[in-house]
């Protein structure tokens, strides 16, 4: 394989598994905030043990979190060093206030919240929980934007020529709210509120089917029931916004993502099917025009199609693009389904009577996830040839002096790593949530040193 090939295969690994963590912790510390003001709220010390069960999972999460994403950013000088001098500029700002804004106030507070249960007050306790998630959230909105000005870039202008050219800022804010950044920043909160509450959903119907932590599951499995609801109906509307954009700015990857090749015709819209590139056909189960009167809001004016554009500047992996879309695209609508049908049943009364709907909750939480993934891949692939929109070629921001070879020994470096810290997460997360949650008429005594270890493992 080409350097280029294999330096977008190791990013691309690295970005997929670093991309588990962090929509969890979004997530879960909006389950923590919901929790915990619950229990400021109501006095209630169920609340209290759900707080402190699922802070020991958030805990888990942002720890792994923290260790992969490092290594994303010793790739972009390696073998990325063309691509780190271009966008240098603009990445160090939007990542300079990620550390200070938000990973510092996250981290921070992070520690009251798992060793402050008996040191500080219930509302001290609650604020820190507060400033967690809000620095998740932070940190997730200049993490996107950085990406999404590599989509739509804005406020900025070209110095310098050929490989010494590099983009300066002109305008920090028309940079921050580049056309895409708003919409990308919904869309990934909500899938991240997605990942958390299918989370909590999953472990909490465990429990009821093993008939554990009765009430603790009940009320859990309800908070995060009402979250995944709002959540995954939210995400229809931020999508199609995303989708919007998408048509406006990058009217190639729109094109991709429906695997539309006629240049100036009126577009289907597929619900599933397979692309054949060599005859520019799809074979699946369409909405006739549908993909127009969504981007254009009636059945008569054209799609710009891939034909339109020159073969260098296509997307070259169609397929790919088109199923990794659509596998996103039926996940929204399975979650959609499957949370308010949960709705329907616990306005019923009938929440908790049958064992197959707790067995579907429990695997539901892999969805959020592989939506995640895939909706990742579909903006990622759907942008080449271009690492960033129209100024830069993948191809040519490679590193000039990085061989093939050192990418595959770092390659399977990092594989070897990775999969010893995903075994390490699975191990803990599986350890915790057999544990369970600790009684809250359990009056534990232990040292300051026992305790915050125990808060860790």
């Known amino acids: 394989m080409s350097v280029e ?3 977008r295969l190791q990013f691309a690994f690295t970005v997929a598994f670093h991309y588990i963590y962090p929509p969890l912790s979004i997530g879960l510390g909006l389950m923590m905030v919901l929790m915990e003001g619950q229990y400021i709220r109501t006095g209630e010390k169920v609340y209290e043990e759900m707080a402190r069960f699922f802070t020991k999972i958030f805990a888990l999460t942002f720890g792994i979190g923290v260790a992969t994403g490092i290594v994303m950013e010793f790739e972009f000088g390696t073998n ?17 206030a990620e550390g200070i804004f938000a990973f ?25 929980t507060v400033m967690v998630f809000l620095g998740s959230m932070f940190s997730a909105i200049w993490i996107v934007v950085a990406n999404s000005w590599q989509q739509t870039p804005a406020g900025y202008h070209i110095v310098g020529e050929g490989t010494n050219a590099r983009a300066e800022i002109t305008d920090f804010w028309a940079m921050v709210f580049n056309p895409s950044a708003v919409d990308r920043v919904l869309h990934v909160w909500i899938g991240a509120f997605l990942a958390g509450s ?75 099917g397979w692309v054949n590139k060599e005859t520019q ?32 500047d296509r997307p070259p992996m169609i397929n790919f693009v088109f199923q990794m879309y659509h596998i996103m695209i039926a996940i929204g609508m399975f ?11 616990w306005w019923r009364g009938k929440l908790f009577t049958h064992q197959w709907v ?40 490679l590193s000039k002096t990085v061989t093939a070879n050192q990418v595959v020994f770092s390659l399977i470096l990092f594989t070897v790593v990775y999969m010893l810290l995903l075994t390490l997460f699975i191990y803990m997360l599986n350890k915790k949530i057999k544990h369970g949650p600790e009684p809250h008429d359990k009056d534990i005594q232990h040292s300051p040193l026992q305790q915050g270890m125990a808060d860790i493992i």
Not at 81 to 95: I, K
């Open 80 to 96: 990325w060093a063309t691509y780190s001098r271009y966008v240098g500029d603009v990445f160090g700002s939007a990542l300079a």
């Open 198 to 272: 299918f989370l909590v959903l999953s472990i909490s119907a465990w429990y009821l089917y093993k008939k554990k932590h009765i009430e603790f599951s009940q009320r859990s499995f309800k908070i995060a029931l009402v979250v995944a609801a709002i959540a995954s109906l939210s995400q229809l509307f931020t999508g199609h916004r995303s989708a919007g954009i998408v048509a406006e700015y990058q009217p190639a990857k729109l094109a991709a993502m429906e695997a539309h090749f006629d240049s100036l015709a009126v577009a289907d819209l597929y619900l599933f």
């Open 281 to 312: 056909k799809v074979y699946g189960l369409k909405i006739p025009k549908g993909l127009t009167f969504m981007i254009h809001q009636n059945l008569t004016t054209p799609v710009r199609g891939l034909n339109s554009f020159v073969e260098r």
């Open 335 to 345: 979650l959609i389904f499957w949370s308010w049908y949960l709705i329907w049943r």
């Open 104 to 128: 510092a106030l996250e981290s921070g507070f992070l520690g009251v919240v798992l060793f402050g249960w008996n040191k500080v007050g219930r509302k001290v306790h609650f604020f820190a």
């Open 358 to 397: 707790l067995i579907v909750s429990v695997w539901t939480v892999l969805l959020p996830q592989i939506a995640n993934q895939v909706g990742w891949y579909t903006a990622e692939t759907g942008r080449q040839p271009w690492v960033v929109y129209k100024l830069l070629r993948t191809s040519d921001a």
């Open 5 to 7: 090939i294999l330096s």
